[in-house]
């Protein structure tokens, strides 16, 4: 990576880009110089200066070499904050960008042995001037659907035992992925029900093989100091997460409380449970007054009629 000097950076500009060997084949040969104008209306989500979205590539040799099309999921960030484009110009190997910092968020959590999707490609444009990009694709996670939807589809094809003893492997690895990010003081913070993938193509060729994958971890932080603080919010957000979904039932919730307490080493764990369903109850509070109306329905004498 040459990030070049600062008066490079400042004036002219730089950009990087590093793309995993394994896909390099799949992708344009100029894909880092028109990435950031690639368009793409599949599951197209943009809102102040950053877009996610679903591409698909079609190897070139793909009809001479059998080569399968790769499905990625692109993140772009357009516009940063000051200090974020000031900080790269000066200290370009930092990771201030979005992109950069989630790319670190899944190598670290990698490394922890919690699986994350393949990060495909990054790179950023750092200047000129106080000039700051960045881009990120991740390998789609093809055969895998997440947990919040899997299960109540999973509920109805499967006999009530089967089901159980299916939930039970489920919710262990739930609760080693989570304790494994948070032993090493590292959050995820955007922590619900449907940030973990389900495997089902591996699922239907051995109903034992449960393969978990966690997504999205573009807030993951260390936190050193008051770590139990970044468990409740976690924590809170799974369990208020699983409110109304079919399939998950309270006895569930209780036992990825039992796996997770004993692999986290949970120090106080009955206060400490007591704290998570405080947020979680706060999660769902909150939830209930942002619907449409809900200012209107609070509003309403008790016991009035419609």
């Not at 990625?72 to 790269?88: G, T």
């Not at 919040?148 to 109805?156: D, G, K, R």
């Not at 399939?247 to 449970?273: M, T």
Request: with cysteine.
């Amino acid at each position: 990576m040459n990030h070049g000097s600062l008066w490079e950076r400042l004036v002219r500009g730089v950009r990087w880009s590093w793309i995993d060997e394994r896909y390099r084949s799949a992708l344009p040969a100029d894909f880092d110089a028109m990435v950031m104008t690639l368009e793409s209306r599949d599951r197209l989500h943009a809102k102040q200066g950053r877009s996610t979205a679903r591409v698909v590539f079609h190897p070139p040799d793909q009809n001479q070499s059998g080569g399968r099309p790769l499905s990625v999921y692109l993140k772009r960030h357009f516009q940063m904050p000051w200090l974020a484009r000031f900080s790269a110009l000066v200290h370009p190997n930092g990771r201030y960008s979005p992109g950069a910092a989630e790319w670190a968020h899944l190598e670290r959590a990698r490394s922890l042995g919690v699986p994350v999707p393949d990060v495909v490609a990054i790179g950023e444009r750092i200047g000129p001037w106080a000039g700051l990009q960045s881009y990120l694709v991740v390998a789609e996670l093809t055969g895998c659907k997440e947990l919040n939807e899997a299960l109540p589809v999973i509920e109805q094809s499967m006999d009530r035992e089967a089901f159980e003893s299916l939930k039970r492997r489920i919710v262990k690895e739930m609760a080693r992925i989570s304790a494994t990010i948070h032993k090493a003081r590292m959050f995820h913070k955007d922590l619900y029900l449907c940030h973990f993938f389900l495997d089902l193509e591996r699922l239907a060729r051995d109903p034992r093989d449960v393969a978990l994958t966690l997504i999205d971890l573009h807030r993951l932080q260390e936190h050193r100091y008051w770590p139990d603080r970044w468990r409740w919010k976690d924590l809170g957000q799974l369990l208020f997460s699983t409110e109304g979904v079919a399939g998950v039932s309270p006895r569930d919730a209780l036992r990825f409380w039992v796996h997770y307490k004993r692999e986290a080493g949970v120090r106080n764990p009955e206060w400490q449970a007591r704290m998570i369903r405080l947020k979680a109850a706060r999660y769902s509070d909150h939830n209930a007054a942002s619907e449409p109306g809900a200012a209107e329905r609070l509003s309403e004498p008790v016991g009035s009629a419609d």
